[in-house]
């Protein structure tokens, strides 16, 4: 028998990369799936960005970079983040790797371990619940409630912090609900967090191009309070459809910089030359086609929520950000799982059960709309046909 380390049989997943595989599956047996559950853009990375990266190749950056990045890349990262939010940052702060994740690890297995308590938002993203117990440290949830537009609430999220509280991690605009805190929140927030100094904060912002209704985005970043010890997580896949380049950044404050850079050389030594030549013209080149990506997701928003609230049993609030809507299902006398399943299996819609997301999720789906506003409406009419039905 091999034996390996109780952490590791701690780590949870991502279920939305099973429903996938399930939608592949009876796609493969010829069934017709429309699928809903898939968290990333439906369009292809902008042409130039993808001849960027060829010319790279092409131009011979074949070896390793420095562990961090290259230069040009980490100073195109600043100065985005100076235009978009117009905050200071020094490019030796910026930590380019594969992926928005890489950073979470690294910050969870920074502050994880037993004895300590990291605070992360339920419903959220599965893989902060998933490395908080990996690490050992006791993972504390931030209930986010659909009353409040899954919004983060500063009180209460300050009632959870104890002197064993290490690390907080927000995210907004959110995943899986499209929840946006508001700028007035974030400020009590930080506020509040003044009183704590020993807490460190990962702040996961990969959705933060993706506002409608012409919200500007509140960055963590633009708090000089919390300064010496902000954790930003952001990066490509999202904002220019790159999800498959394993392409993010972290922008590190100085205590915590040498540690990211030791765990980058320990893991991956560097990411892919021509995929950081590729962000880089993400970042330097024309932004119209972000605008477009965006403006099609905010039609899409519009159709999908109207059509979740005509299905029996749904109840949908519009989501201000990312390409989620996040259903309340309850009036279908289904659990979460069931109607993800009942749905796949039957109705040839995949969707995510709000429970893969945390224990407050129940009750909800995830509804990724990154699909047309035809398959949109094809799956709406399966699923009120499905629930009708029943
Ligand atoms: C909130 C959130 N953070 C981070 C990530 C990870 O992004 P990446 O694919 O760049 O690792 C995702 C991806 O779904 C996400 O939804």
């Avoid at 590190?252 to 021509?274: D, F, G, I, K, Q």
Wanted: hydrophobic share 45%.
């Amino acid at each position: 028998m091999l034996k390996t380390t109780a952490a590791v049989s701690r780590l949870g997943t991502e279920s939305a990369f099973a429903v996938l595989a399930r939608a592949t599956q009876l796609e493969a047996e010829g069934r017709s799936v429309i699928n809903l559950g898939i968290g990333q853009p439906d369009f292809k990375t902008p042409p130039h960005i993808v001849e960027a990266a060829i010319k790279a190749l092409r131009d011979g950056h074949h070896g390793y970079t420095a562990a961090a990045g290259i230069a040009p890349l980490r100073a195109a990262v600043a100065e985005d983040l100076h235009k978009r939010l117009g905050v200071e940052v020094d490019p030796g702060r910026v930590v380019v790797v594969p992926g928005g994740k890489v950073t979470m690890f690294f910050a969870i297995l920074m502050f994880g371990e037993p004895g300590a308590e990291i605070l992360y938002p339920d419903p959220g993203f599965p893989i902060y619940r998933s490395l908080i117990d990996y690490s050992g440290a006791k993972a504390v949830p931030i209930p986010l409630e659909e009353e409040n537009g899954f919004a983060f609430s500063a009180v209460s999220v300050l009632e959870r912090i104890t002197p064993a509280t290490r690390l907080l991690i927000l995210n907004s605009p959110a995943n899986p609900t499209g929840g946006v805190t508001p700028r007035d929140e974030i400020d009590r927030l930080v506020a509040g967090l003044e009183a704590h100094p020993q807490v460190a904060i990962l702040s996961d912002e990969i959705y933060g191009q993706m506002l409608y209704d012409n919200q500007a985005h509140t960055s963590l970043l633009q708090y000089p309070a919390i300064a010496k010890r902000l954790i930003l997580l952001d990066g490509w896949s999202k904002t220019y459809a790159m999800t498959g380049w394993r392409l993010g950044y972290g922008v590190w404050p100085e205590a915590l910089l040498e540690n990211a850079t030791r765990l980058a050389v320990n893991s991956h030594s560097c990411v892919n030359a021509a995929a950081q030549f590729a962000g880089l013209a993400a970042l330097t080149g024309d932004q119209t086609p972000v605008r477009e990506m965006v403006a099609a997701f905010d039609a899409r928003r519009r159709v999908v929520v109207e059509e979740l609230n005509a299905i029996p049993g749904f109840r949908c609030g519009m989501p201000g950000g990312a390409f989620y809507a996040f259903p309340n299902i309850t009036g279908t006398g289904h659990s979460a799982k069931q109607l993800e399943i009942l749905l796949l299996e039957e109705a040839g819609v995949a969707t995510v059960a709000g429970t893969s997301f945390g224990d407050y999720g129940e009750g909800f789906l995830r509804i990724s709309y990154a699909n047309s506003t035809e398959n949109i409406r094809e799956a709406a009419a399966r699923m009120k046909q499905q629930l009708s039905g029943a």
